[in-house]
């Protein structure tokens, strides 16, 4: 394929919400912003998927907010129809602590945040090269992006991947940094079923043994029309079984959730979040790699492992980039 070179004043990796906030942020600032992901849609771990008629939230499931920048986005989202209320505690657990779903499902959160940006998707990118001034972008299809600044939100593993594939050394203080970040595996499945299940209200539950981190009705969550769960595996458990049959794994699941099922299964499929949430959060709210030209790292892995950390994080980012240049 023919590589191009495509100039821009800010290069932002990954279209999650860290990425997301950073580039929006940027863009009203006046810069040039371009934004690359390697998936076909916006959200990174904002995930939604349709299966069967049903619809399933696969990635995080709620959003909170305790930052007023963060409960402004949340408003204008709700404003545009892209979120809505959800409920303020599960079972017998309310906390009185609202907690936010994306409406029709979590990725409309995502393309509400994206609508007026430089967006390239499914560009992979396979290496990031420091080149004087500026920096270069080479995806795995063979195309090149420039730029003079850059803000990377993968997760910290697979950002530190295309900073080696493209030469950068890092001090050793901040390789040793970066390479604490590890994240929990989550395997996840989502099952179709013949009727409603036995899941409390208002749809969502976290058991306090076993296997299961959490299990979620779809359907009575407001976002799908069809009978749909969601279970997420425990760190634990996913790490077991990583590597081994995923619908076994799925099987295994779906028995340790019986009880809460009640109805019959139509169809699943069992997806792998290989970094789903940092297990230690950096003190920092972002990392300044290179101050000129500046590259910032970001993402839940400093914000905070959440949605409203990782928001954080892109807005501590852009700041960072707004004063480096
Ligand atoms: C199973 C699960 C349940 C969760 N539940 C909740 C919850 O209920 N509430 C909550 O607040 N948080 C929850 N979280 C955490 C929340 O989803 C994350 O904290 C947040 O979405 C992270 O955003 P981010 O922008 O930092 O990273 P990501 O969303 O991972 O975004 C990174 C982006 O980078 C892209 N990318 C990666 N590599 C490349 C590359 N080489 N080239 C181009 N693009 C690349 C990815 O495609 C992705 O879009 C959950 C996460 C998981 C996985």
Excluded at 134 to 156: I, K, M, N, R, Y
Aim: net charge neutral; charged share 20%; with cysteine.
């Amino acid at each position: 394929m023919e590589a191009t070179q495509q100039t821009t004043d800010v290069l932002v990796i990954g279209a999650g919400m860290a990425g997301l906030i950073a580039a929006r942020e940027l863009q009203r600032a006046g810069y040039r912003v371009r934004v690359l992901d390697k998936g076909r849609g916006v959200g990174g771990r904002l995930a939604s998927r349709r299966m069967d008629g049903a619809t399933f939230d696969h990635g995080a499931q709620f959003m909170t907010t305790r930052d007023p920048r963060f409960g402004a986005v949340l408003e204008q989202a709700r404003q545009n129809g892209a979120v809505e209320e959800w409920c303020r505690g599960f079972g017998g657990g309310m906390d009185g602590h609202l907690r936010w779903r994306g409406k029709p499902s979590m990725s409309a959160v995502a393309k509400h945040l994206a609508l007026e940006l430089d967006l390239h998707l499914e560009n992979q990118v396979a290496a990031l090269r420091r080149d004087g001034c500026q920096w270069h972008a080479d995806t795995a299809s063979g195309h090149t992006f420039t730029a003079g600044a850059v803000v990377l939100t993968p997760p910290v593993p697979q950002a530190l991947a295309i900073l080696d594939a493209g030469g950068l050394v890092l001090p050793p203080e901040t390789r040793t940094r970066l390479a604490a970040i590890e994240y929990e595996r989550c395997l996840a499945v989502l099952a179709a079923l013949e009727g409603p299940s036995r899941i409390p209200p208002h749809g969502g539950f976290a058991p306090s043994d076993g296997p299961i981190a959490w299990i979620a009705d779809n359907q009575l969550k407001g976002i799908s029309a069809e009978p749909a769960v969601t279970i997420h595996a425990t760190h634990a458990f996913s790490l077991k079984h990583w590597e081994g049959d995923r619908l076994e794994s799925g099987r295994a699941l779906l028995d340790a959730a019986a009880t809460w099922l009640g109805a019959g299964i139509r169809t699943f499929q069992v997806h792998g979040w290989r970094y789903s949430k940092p297990m230690r959060v950096d003190p920092e709210s972002c990392l300044l790699v290179s101050q000129s030209p500046p590259l910032v790292l970001a993402g839940d892995a400093f914000g905070g492992p959440r949605v409203e950390g990782a928001a954080l994080s892109g807005w501590a980012a852009a700041a960072i980039i707004k004063s480096a240049s």
